[in-house]
């Protein structure tokens, strides 16, 4: 269950933006006790500066509940594999962050509890696939912010739905619509996954088609309009293929008969009934106050909720 969200959602892939912070912000920036809190204190700043910049009447922090989800790994078993940590490959999966990292991502769940933003993970997908359910059941325009273009398949412009791509900070910002995915990559948003999957992600342990690259696999998306239809020609001798992009694709079907439920998020992810609206004041004040004096979120804090209370 979700309640209907009607004005502009926008939907945070935060872990990838408390990476950023993590990685953009010094770890000088520390807790009264000296432990680092850059990521927890840059997603605030972050926060802040978005919701000033394009005031949201929604806001929901998106998470990882599991990041490498089993359904994912049984139809590619090289999916996101590189990314186990080595010395636990024996055990759970686990996936590899910098040390200093990990023991701030409770504080900013703690922190975004008691300011009062929604924050949403589902056992058994990636913050992707709640993105993805978020997006297809919202009523109104969805900014979605990640610096992961897996995302770009939800652009749609008929439904208001745009990509705003960190470029530097979140200060500069890529607002990729169908345009932008025309320009850069040959396809529109509809057309991102299967582009995707194609070419493969080695970062997602993706292996796409061998010799089809992503100008290539372009080319055959605005030939034959979709993954189907390129193995429709496959199969046609008259269709324009070369035979060695023939075989190829022919080699790859069984890899091409279960990418598309890997590459392609959920749209039917069982949301929790939440309370999307952006907060004006903080869901848990005293709580709030014992998280800001801990771990020292000064500015950066206060910043927030003065936005948030605008």
Same mark, same amino acid.
């Given at each position: ?25 010094? /770890? ?91 924050? !949403?993970? !589902? ?53 990729? /619509? ?8 040959? %396809? ?69 008969? %279960?990418?598309?439920? !890997? ?48």
């Amino acid at each position: 269950m979700m309640r209907d969200v009607t004005g502009r959602l926008m939907l945070l892939d935060t872990a990838s933006l408390y990476f950023r912070a993590y990685f953009g912000v010094p /770890d000088s920036v520390k807790a009264p006790d000296g432990t680092p809190v850059n990521a927890v204190r840059g997603l605030l700043d972050f926060i802040d500066r978005l919701v000033r910049d394009h005031r949201p009447d929604h806001l929901v922090a998106c998470m990882d509940a599991d990041w490498r989800p089993h359904w994912r790994v049984e139809l590619i078993p090289s999916y996101k594999a590189h990314r186990v940590a080595e010395e636990h490959a024996t055990g759970p999966d686990e996936e590899e962050v910098p040390d200093t990292l990990s023991p701030q991502v409770p504080v900013i769940e703690a922190v975004l509890d008691a300011v009062g933003i929604a924050r !949403v993970g !589902v056992p058994g997908y990636e913050a992707d696939d709640v993105i993805g359910t978020f997006t297809a059941r919202a009523k109104g325009p969805v900014d979605i912010v990640t610096g992961d273009r897996d995302l770009y398949q939800l652009v749609d412009d008929a439904r208001g739905v745009r990509v705003l791509y960190p470029l530097k900070g979140v200060g500069t910002l890529q607002h990729t /619509d169908e345009a932008v995915l025309r320009e850069k990559y040959g %396809v529109n948003g509809s057309g991102y996954a299967d582009l995707a999957l194609l070419r493969g992600d080695p970062s997602d342990g993706l292996p796409g088609v061998p010799g089809i690259g992503e100008k290539t696999a372009a080319k055959l998306l605005a030939e034959f309009g979709d993954l189907a239809g390129i193995l429709a020609a496959v199969d046609d001798r008259g269709a324009k293929l070369t035979p060695t992009q023939r075989r190829r694709l022919d080699e790859a079907r069984p890899y091409l008969a %279960v990418a598309p439920k !890997v590459v392609r998020v959920a749209h039917d992810v069982p949301l929790p009934d939440v309370t999307t609206a952006v907060p004006r004041t903080p869901r848990d004040p005293a709580e709030l106050e014992a998280l800001a004096a801990r771990w020292g979120l000064g500015g950066s804090l206060e910043r927030l909720l003065t936005t948030l209370a605008a």
